[in-house]
């Protein structure tokens, strides 16, 4: 027996040695022939092996050996041919020709690009800086306002920067710079991102069939990735609008060093800053700053570094006071009110390439989150002894967060890519709510015990994915991430399997499906419509769950060259374990948050088209929506189902950009949706003005609906290029209702 087990494993091993000894190792890299530049995003093909190019311009394969044909193909490029023969693991360089003939000069195709493109099944990638011609509210140019182009993601109210996306809310989303995740990175309570267009390459938009490599959040994962060229050069940016003015530069000492930084600032309060300006507004001021250090450095031609900060603040304030006599006594009140909320999040990174079929990514960062909304009423009696009497009534959430990632992407046969990873997160909250009253500084209605109550949770994570090549026609993505969630004192392990898969039926068209489970141990309570920082941001313990996420998708897709580009989808969305507060919570009687929170399901389902029409002058964009998102909690509207707030059934954008000359663009968009949904009291208790809400959200406010027009010139100096930008908001002056707590 022992020998036969023995002949059974050599054989085997014999059987994988071979496999591996038929095939080799090639690597590669797209760079443009006219400056050696690498070429990001270029579709490499061998045979039924398709690759895109990452950031560098490489891409690998792992082929048998022989004679093998290559076609590389790009945007603006022409399309080319390279024949090898390959006898081992070999490195080459593809040196990529730009379309230089006399007839295509004169066309001048490369004034309108692509605004989608979606190299894998549930993934969307769009370059806003090739867009900033586009309508931008105030003038203020935004990398998150451009997603909301797309179908199925809406801002959930007017201007806003914050994503919904299928029926999920602003804390569903995760959003990851070159990356790093992130917890706040938005401005003005969601009203701008904290992003620098200018230096931003690439956006990828994940709304459902997510790789296995990303958990922790239910709707969507953004990915905004700033420029990593080397270019041996020095890239500026100046810019001011209504709302604020920043600029930034990227500098490469030489072909291995990168070095970005940016800064914005509110103009109001730039403005007050300066010396010569005398005026001083007894108004409240809203000041936000945020700035992004990015260094990055190849060691050699397999490992490269980085290092990554980010700070984003908001501040608002406003005092009063009044002085005034009661019962014989001078009594001075003075109300202060303030919101902020801070961001600060810094990371390193390194990446091997290993054995030209292996790339290793281990990524280390600290972010830290706080938000604060409160309001303060202090009263100083002056009897015989003084009196102090305080009321403090404020939200506050404080997040330390500490994580490590670690990606693996391995390709041992040729029509296999496997990836394969592990990650950790410890994160402590410390939510703080009520109303505090003191009188002489000792505290009345509260016990010490419930301020700064911290919370510690921990999430470990491991996932293996299989990114399997069939043929020419057929893509299947499967994998599975097990996550587990400690908090306090308790344990969840939750399985998390994902599958997607692509069939292309012609050159043209092509089919897709995709499933996916997903968790998230991250909470945020609010009694509002908007972002805000009243909002409470609090963990599973060991009575409130993660919320999990089922999503299925299907869709069909067609495409004519780099002209029209057309799909649709449809999507059936399962939520689990959502929170909520109950009716009559307060934090006056009831100090603890969990004894103010209720649990339920949710439902959304819908079915998104979006239309893409690029020519040599024009780009034209049409994205529609249909969705029913319903939520349900059993001790909310009496059980019964009621759609949520978010919940928009019809959402149409219609997008058009004119370039007639490289100095001159147009463009316009179309906004067309339904009203979000509110709660209001429809009738009062007889002789007593007690109002009874009949149920949740159960009034829409009108169609919403808007133009936006924008103008855009262009003159290059000599010191670089200028932009003139001129933007109208709601051309028609249409009468949008806006917000209603």
């Known amino acids: 027996m022992k020998n036969k087990s023995f002949l059974i494993i050599f054989f085997w091993i014999i059987i994988i040695s071979g496999l591996f000894a038929q095939e080799v190792i090639l690597k590669g890299i797209v760079v443009n022939a006219a400056d050696s530049k690498p070429i990001r995003g270029a579709t490499v093909k061998c045979g039924n092996l398709t690759e895109k190019t990452k950031q560098d311009g490489d891409f690998y394969f792992s082929l048998k050996p022989g004679v093998r044909k290559f076609t590389v193909s790009y945007s603006g490029y022409k399309k080319q ?38 190299p894998e099944p549930g993934i ?11 309508p931008a509210v105030l ?14 993601i809406n801002s959930g109210n007017e201007g806003s920067s914050g994503l919904i996306v299928r029926g999920g809310s602003y804390e569903h989303n995760l959003i990851n710079l070159n990356g790093f995740p992130i917890f706040q990175p938005y401005h003005l309570m969601g009203f701008q991102s904290a992003f620098d267009p200018f230096f931003v390459d690439e956006v990828e938009i994940i709304k459902g069939g997510f790789p296995s490599k990303y958990g922790g959040r239910l709707s969507s994962v953004i990915n905004i990735n700033t420029k990593r060229n080397y270019q041996d050069t020095l890239l500026t940016s100046i810019y001011t609008g209504i709302m604020s003015v920043g600029g930034g530069f990227r500098y490469c000492p030489d072909t291995l060093t990168g070095i970005t930084f940016t800064g914005k600032q509110s103009l109001l309060s730039t403005l007050l800053n300066f010396k010569w300006n005398p005026v001083k507004l007894d108004v409240p001021v809203y000041n936000f700053s945020d700035m992004l250090f990015d260094f990055e450095r190849k ?13 984003n603040r908001d501040k608002a304030g406003f005092s009063t006071e009044n002085e005034y006599e009661e019962n014989g006594y001078s009594t001075i009140t003075t109300q202060n009110i303030n919101l902020d909320w801070f961001n600060l999040l810094s990371g ?16 280390l960062y600290y972010q830290h989150y706080v938000n604060n909304s409160n309001n303060q009423i202090i009263e100083e009696q002056e009897t015989v002894p003084p009196v102090t009497t305080e009321v403090f009534n404020g939200i506050s959430s404080k997040i330390s967060e500490v994580g490590a990632i670690f990606d693996n992407e391995i390709n041992l046969f040729p029509a296999h890519r496997f990836n394969f990873g592990i990650s950790a997160i410890n994160r402590i909250y410390t939510p703080v709510a009520g109303t505090f009253f003191y009188v002489d500084e000792v505290l009345q209605n509260r016990n010490d015990s419930v301020i700064g109550n911290a919370y510690n949770n921990f999430t470990a994570s491991l996932y293996f994915e299989d990114n399997y090549t069939i043929n020419n026609k057929f893509f299947i993505r499967g994998g599975i991430r097990a996550s587990l969630i400690h908090a306090s004192g308790k344990k969840w392990f939750i399985p998390e399997p994902r599958i997607s898969m692509k069939y292309t039926l012609n050159e043209k068209m092509s089919i897709n499906g995709s499933w996916a489970l997903t968790t998230q141990s991250i909470h945020r309570l609010t009694s509002s419509s908007v972002m805000q920082t009243s909002d409470l941001w609090v963990p599973s313990t060991y009575n409130t769950g993660p919320e999990i996420s089922s999503i299925f998708e299907s869709g069909v897709k067609y495409q004519y060259n780099n002209i029209f580009l057309s799909g649709l989808e449809l999507y059936y969305k399962k939520m689990y374990n959502l929170i909520a507060y109950k009716d009559g919570a307060t934090y006056i009687t009831e100090p603890y948050w969990e004894n103010n929170v209720v649990y339920g399901e949710g439902t959304s389902k819908g079915a998104e088209i979006f239309v893409q029409v690029t020519g040599k002058k024009i780009f034209g964009l049409l994205a529609y929506t249909l969705s029913f998102t319903d939520v349900q909690f059993e001790k909310i509207n009496e059980g019964e189902k009621f759609p949520f707030k978010y919940d928009k059934r019809h959402d149409l954008n219609i997008t058009i950009g004119y370039r007639s000359k490289e100095k001159l663009s147009l463009s316009c968009n179309w906004i067309l949706q339904s009203g979000k949904w509110v709660s209001i009291y429809d009738r009062f208790v007889p002789r007593q003005p007690i109002p009874l809400l009949e149920s949740r959200n159960n009034v829409r406010f009108p169609l919403y609906h808007r133009l936006d027009l924008g103008l855009q010139l262009k003159k290059k100096k000599r010191w670089g290029t200028a932009f003139w930008k001129f933007d109208l908001y709601n051309a028609y002056s249409r009468l949008n209702p806006w917000y209603l707590v």
């Open 81 to 118: 041919s390279f024949e090898f023969h390959l006898k081992s693991d070999t490195s080459i360089v593809l040196s990529y020709k730009k379309i230089v003939g006399i007839k295509q000069v004169t066309v001048k195709g490369s004034l309108i690009t692509e605004y989608i493109r979606e």
């Open 124 to 134: 969307t990638k769009i370059q806003p800086s090739k867009f900033d011609y586009l």
């Open 139 to 152: 003038g203020d140019a935004d990398v998150l306002k451009k997603i909301q182009y797309l179908p199925g």
């Open 299 to 311: 060691i050699d031609n397999n490992n490269h570094i980085g290092f990554l900060v980010f700070f």
């Open 348 to 363: 390193i990174s390194w990446s091997n390439t290993g054995n030209y079929n292996r790339l290793t990514t281990l990524r």
